[in-house]
């Protein structure tokens, strides 16, 4: 067999611009123009002139990250976190919090105005502490071959190396002062590669903790976890091929003002800031006006965290949710808060469910808080029930501008709209829109 050799191509020079920025959007970039062209530059602020390396460009926009400044804004400011310019975590600690709060809250509510003539009810952010708010963390763990040492924290911005953190400022107290004592606990381990990551939840009942191995813990490696998940009082889970295993503690839970008590495995979705989600729960409830003679169903459920508390104030509740087991946590919720007004089935909500039992019954109600990829799918068959009040939660702008102009194209329209500040120094954007009926 010949073997034909083929001449590599050369790698084009790193491509650099020169860019004055004039606005900044919701994800934290400066916005620039060049030439006709829009570029998104990480890392710059309105009022900066920048040089800046090309990551991508295409016909209509090019992405780049500014690695000079000819001119700085004076709103700028410094990260108070030593990891921030190498953490993938957050993008947006050089920008003063109110000004990613209003450049979040002026890109949704200029997309929302142009889909309607009537106008709407732009409501203030619902914001919450800046720092401190994060109830969930992930942290990966690599075995250092130069130090013979294991490492934990978070993966570098777009790569898979590791930076090591004792100390995250997003994260609540109670996780970050655990963080150093799981790195002296870790250094003891007889053997840390077998060690795949941690996951730890700060629930009203405590810390709950996942340790992910990919082989049998030695014997002397389990019970010095053992030792310290009683002495730090932590919910203990374990976690290999075969299944999650818990093996210290109670379920974890948390609990609404009014009482409501939610319990949740280890792995299950919950919202990681905990006062945000009380005030979004909270707000949605208001917003859709609820009594006694409501009949409502809330779409991509989980475990319950808008259902139940609707349901107290309503005369029925159901809430659908593709994932089974969800289903099954969400029935126990109920029952355990004793709350007998309310159904949970299981639905893929992307196949037609008009004919489905549930989707029999006469909702004048409707709640959904669909993933990222939004809604689309379903909007058709849930504009048939014929709702007089529907309340979109998003966690995407261009999901919800999508699914917010084909609800329009339905005969709802757009009353109101409001920002939750769910997760500063990053470029996600959580908003809550209620639609209703013309």
């Given amino acids: 067999m010949a073997l034909l050799y083929t001449p590599q191509k050369k790698l084009n020079k790193p491509q650099k611009i020169t860019a004055k920025i004039i606005e900044l959007d919701y994800q934290g970039l400066g916005v620039a123009k060049i030439n006709g062209k829009t570029w998104f530059i990480e890392n710059a602020l309105p009022q900066e002139k920048v040089e800046a390396l090309v990551t991508e460009e295409k016909r209509q926009y090019g992405r780049a990250v500014a690695k000079k400044w000819l001119e700085k804004s004076p709103n700028r400011v410094l990260p108070p976190c030593q990891y921030y310019e190498r953490c993938g975590g957050c993008q947006a600690q050089h920008i003063p919090i109110e000004m990613q709060r209003e450049a979040k809250q002026s890109a949704l509510f200029k997309r929302l105005a142009k889909l309607q003539q009537e106008s709407i ?226 639905a893929n909500l992307d196949q037609p469910f008009i004919n489905q039992p549930w989707a029999n019954q006469p909702f004048n109600k409707i709640l959904l808080d669909p993933p990222r990829s939004g809604a689309a799918f379903a909007l058709k068959a849930l504009c048939q029930l014929k709702a007089e009040k529907m309340l979109y939660v998003s966690c995407n702008p261009a999901t919800l501008v999508r699914d917010a102009e084909i609800l329009l194209g339905f005969g709802y329209k757009i009353e109101k709209s409001a920002v939750i500040d769910m997760f500063p120094h990053t470029g996600h954007l959580e908003s809550i829109t209620l639609f209703s009926t013309k």
């Fill in 121 to 346: 009810d732009f409501q203030p952010m619902i914001c919450g502490e800046p720092w401190g708010y994060r109830r969930r963390v992930r942290l990966s763990l690599w075995f250092n071959p130069k130090t013979k040492q294991i490492e934990m924290g978070f993966r570098q911005k777009n790569s898979h190396d590791l930076i090591a953190v004792e100390h995250c400022d997003v994260l609540e107290p109670a996780i970050n002062n655990l963080l150093p004592k799981l790195t002296a606990l870790l250094a003891q381990y007889s053997a840390p590669k077998q060690l795949g990551h941690i996951e730890l939840v700060s629930a009203d009942n405590g810390i709950a903790m996942l340790l992910r191995y990919t082989k049998n813990l030695a014997k002397n490696d389990r019970t010095l976890l053992l030792n310290f998940a009683e002495q730090e009082n932590l919910m203990l889970f374990l976690q290999n091929d075969d299944g999650i295993e818990q093996i210290r503690g109670d379920l974890p839970y948390y609990q609404f003002a009014n009482g409501i008590k939610l319990n949740f495995d280890i792995r299950d979705f919950i919202q990681v800031n905990r006062f945000l989600n009380e005030k979004m729960v909270q707000t949605a409830l208001d917003w859709l006006d609820l009594n006694a003679q409501d009949r409502v169903l809330d779409l991509f459920c989980g475990m319950g965290n808008f259902t139940l508390p609707m349901a107290k104030r309503v005369k029925s509740a159901v809430g659908i949710e593709g994932v089974f087991e969800m289903v099954q946590k969400a029935t126990q919720n109920a029952e355990c808060n004793r709350i007998n007004n309310i159904e949970f089935f299981q």
